[in-house]
């Protein structure tokens, strides 16, 4: 029988599959719709009006793109966090990427203890929440001071250009906890590195492949996939963290006189608009490498 | 003159011979000693081996440094603060920071909301999120790609891109301030993370052999018999690892129950973002002595009692968190 004219019978088949396979995820599908959807596109509809918040309900006055010229334009502040939200994404995600590589590969080594290191790279995925990061770094804690503080790094902070100087005095400063957001990636790396076949590593070292290069040729490949999910988990962790300035001017400008709902949309869409120009980029760079191992 | 030669050759040859076995010798032991510090092909090397745990200690201690500065700082007592000779090691064991802090975030009631409010979306979100990945799993239906993006995105949009229309509704509602604020949105697959679940979910039960599922359907069961009485069980390591997950997750997400709960429950993160303000109603300044002053080491105990549930739970559950993702096994294929 040809292809075209399958039997009733197998037709019927798929049908009812994709009505039971439609009755699993109905319920997403209206949870998206009513949760995510609708008000996303009442947010962009704010971010085109004025909003007023009245005991009785919301006013809106129609005033076009006046938020968003206002934001990119009017307000200083936005433009400087954008620019300052984006540099520090680029320059942690990799630094998380190569952290958690490097441990994964020491945990992935056969040693005695390594559980008890799991452990305790694990360990800040489990009590960083917003308000405790701000104590800590409120307090110091999140810094060697001795490496913040020494004069050296104050004169090399102060040779760098104003839109640089943010970004990596943040690094300096905030150091650990740059680190502290590895954990999940951690354990995504190990769990990749446990996949690739010994057998491979054995091969290369039987025709005289050092360790070195095996890492280069062999363990790093393998990772490529991997890279791409880490990363993007990297991105949307950062961006969504309540601590991020962005994220607090916005939530102030909320609940500010000045500022206001429909103001806060507008700036909400242009951190959403540059946070996937950031996740392209990445995307982009780690697709392309992973094309051409 | 022959005989000489010869005699001298002979020599020459058995000391040759001598230099020879005791270069080979030495060399073996060489060879020994650099296997011992450096490695071979069937195990590490002590040098190497030393190397890597002095990095890993190193950088352990680097990691648990704001937690043990936390700790210790905690612990002492106003003069020890005070003490520019007292950083590591306090004087005495001081508790009276974790007394205030306990009374400052009211600790019982806080932490019974912190609990109920981690505790029922992520159950209900773990439910949903594996009825949906079942689905995306077993069945082929049109628009399932779209439907994978649509996940993806949901879990790409900042939270303040969908958060002000759900707050203004839910205060229309009445519902501000309540758990159901944070039970409805979990409950359509929309809650905190929601998208991880459902591809952890997805990923599990794409990698069940089905042959169990057919077996029971031949024998008449319904779709949903057999997802609630094989598919279920077997998953049942998923389904702790989202759940613990999800609960610290709620656990720690400010930004949602900030804005969801505002004027209704108070969780601990919440109680302790506004420590200040509550230590001033406690002990108002102007009316206390210099040591019931709010201090570093007050907040830094709050700020421990705030993390204390979650480092029991993971020291209890500690192989469901470090396992995890071997267990649901997301490495991005």
């Known amino acids: 029988m040809s292809a075209p004219s399958r039997p009733p019978v197998s037709l019927r088949y798929r049908t009812r599959q994709a009505l039971q396979g439609y009755g699993f995820v109905a319920i997403w599908i209206v949870g998206f719709f009513v949760f995510t959807l609708v008000p996303l596109v009442?947010?962009?509809?704010?971010?085109?009006?004025?909003?007023?918040?009245?005991?009785?309900?919301?006013?809106?006055?129609?005033?076009?793109?006046?938020?968003?010229?206002?934001?990119?334009?009017?307000d200083p502040t936005l433009v400087e966090l954008l620019i300052e939200y984006t540099l520090e994404t680029l320059l942690s995600v990799p630094i998380i990427m190569i952290f958690s590589i490097i441990i994964a590969l020491f945990l992935n080594l056969k040693l005695p203890l390594k559980g008890i290191f799991r452990t305790?790279?694990?360990?800040?995925?489990?009590?960083?929440?917003?308000?405790?990061?701000?104590?800590?770094?409120?307090?110091?804690?999140?810094?060697?001071?001795?490496i913040a503080q020494s004069p050296l790094v104050l004169d090399f902070l102060a040779q760098l250009p104003r839109a640089l100087r943010n970004p990596v005095e943040y690094l300096m400063t905030s150091f650990i906890l740059i680190l502290w957001f590895s954990g999940v990636q951690i354990l995504i790396y190990l769990a990749s590195l446990q996949k690739i076949d010994r057998s491979i590593y054995e091969a290369a070292a039987i025709d005289g492949a050092s360790a070195w290069e095996s890492f280069w040729k062999?363990?790093?490949?393998?990772?490529?996939?991997t890279n791409i999910v880490v990363a993007v988990y990297t991105i949307i962790t950062l961006s969504h963290f309540s601590e991020n300035r962005l994220v607090r001017y916005?939530?102030?400008?909320?609940?500010?006189?000045?500022?206001?709902?429909?103001?806060?949309?507008?700036m909400s869409f242009l951190y959403?608009?540059?946070?996937?120009?950031?996740?392209?980029?990445?995307?982009?760079?780690?697709?392309?490498r992973a094309a051409r191992v | 003159m022959m005989t000489f030669h010869l005699l001298k050759k002979t020599d020459l040859a058995g000391w040759q011979a001598h230099l020879g076995r005791m270069l080979s010798e030495r060399r073996v032991f060489l060879d020994r000693v650099r296997g011992f510090l450096l490695g071979t092909r069937a195990h590490y090397g002590l040098l190497f081996t030393l190397l890597v745990y002095a990095l890993l200690v190193a950088i352990g201690f680097v990691y648990l440094y704001p937690l043990l500065f936390m700790l210790i700082t905690s612990l002492k007592s106003p003069a020890d603060l005070l003490n520019p000779m007292v950083q590591w090691v306090p004087t005495e064991l001081y508790l009276g920071n974790y007394v205030k802090a306990f009374r400052v975030l009211?600790?019982?009631?806080?932490?019974?909301?912190?609990?109920?409010?981690?505790?029922?979306?992520?159950?209900?979100?773990?439910?949903?999120?594996?009825?949906?990945?079942?689905?995306?799993?077993?069945y082929h239906f049109p628009g399932k790609s779209l439907l994978f993006v649509l996940?993806?995105?949901?879990?790409?949009?900042?939270?303040?891109?969908?958060?002000?229309?759900?707050?203004?509704?839910?205060?229309?509602?009445?519902?501000?301030?309540?758990?159901?604020?944070?039970?409805l949105p979990?409950?359509?697959g929309q809650g905190f993370r929601s998208a991880i679940f459902i591809l952890i979910f997805y990923q599990t039960f794409i990698s069940l052999p089905k042959v169990l599922e057919e077996a029971a359907r031949l024998d008449g069961a319904s779709e949903a018999r057999v997802f609630l009485q094989i598919a279920v069980p077997t998953a049942l390591p998923a389904y702790i690892v989202s759940v613990i997950f999800s609960i610290v997750w709620y656990w720690n997400e400010t930004y949602l129950t900030v804005i969801f709960l505002e004027g209704g429950i108070q969780t601990l993160p919440m109680q302790l973002s506004r420590f200040v303000q509550a230590y001033q109603n406690l002990y108002p300044p102007g009316t206390v002595n210099i040591f019931d002053r709010l201090n570093e080491a007050i907040k830094l105990a709050g700020t421990f009692l705030n993390i204390l549930p979650l480092l029991v739970m993971y020291f209890v559950l500690q192989k469901w968190f470090v396992e995890s993702v071997e267990r649901t096994g997301i490495t991005g294929e």
Request: a positive charge; charged letters at 5%; glycine letters at 8%.
């Open chain 2, 186 to 188: 979990a409950l359509g």
């Open chain 1, 250 to 266: 916005i939530y102030a400008q909320t609940y500010d006189i000045k500022g206001g709902i429909g103001y806060a949309s507008a």
């Open chain 1, 218 to 225: 062999i363990t790093l490949p393998s990772l490529s996939t």
């Open chain 1, 42 to 74: 009442e947010t962009f509809r704010y971010s085109l009006n004025h909003v007023l918040v009245s005991a009785t309900g919301v006013e809106q006055t129609f005033i076009g793109w006046q938020n968003y010229t206002r934001a990119l334009f009017t």
């Open chain 2, 151 to 183: 996940i993806l995105v949901t879990f790409i949009i900042p939270p303040q891109n969908t958060v002000i229309p759900q707050m203004l509704t839910y205060r229309q509602l009445g519902l501000l301030g309540d758990l159901w604020a944070l039970v």
């Open chain 2, 106 to 138: 009211n600790y019982p009631s806080t932490l019974m909301a912190s609990i109920l409010v981690s505790v029922v979306p992520s159950v209900l979100q773990t439910v949903v999120c594996s009825i949906v990945g079942y689905g995306l799993a077993r």
């Open chain 1, 272 to 288: 959403f608009a540059a946070l996937v120009i950031i996740l392209l980029i990445v995307f982009l760079t780690l697709r392309s």
């Open chain 1, 120 to 146: 305790v790279f694990f360990l800040p995925v489990v009590i960083t929440s917003g308000p405790v990061i701000r104590e800590l770094v409120s307090q110091g804690a999140t810094t060697v001071p001795q």
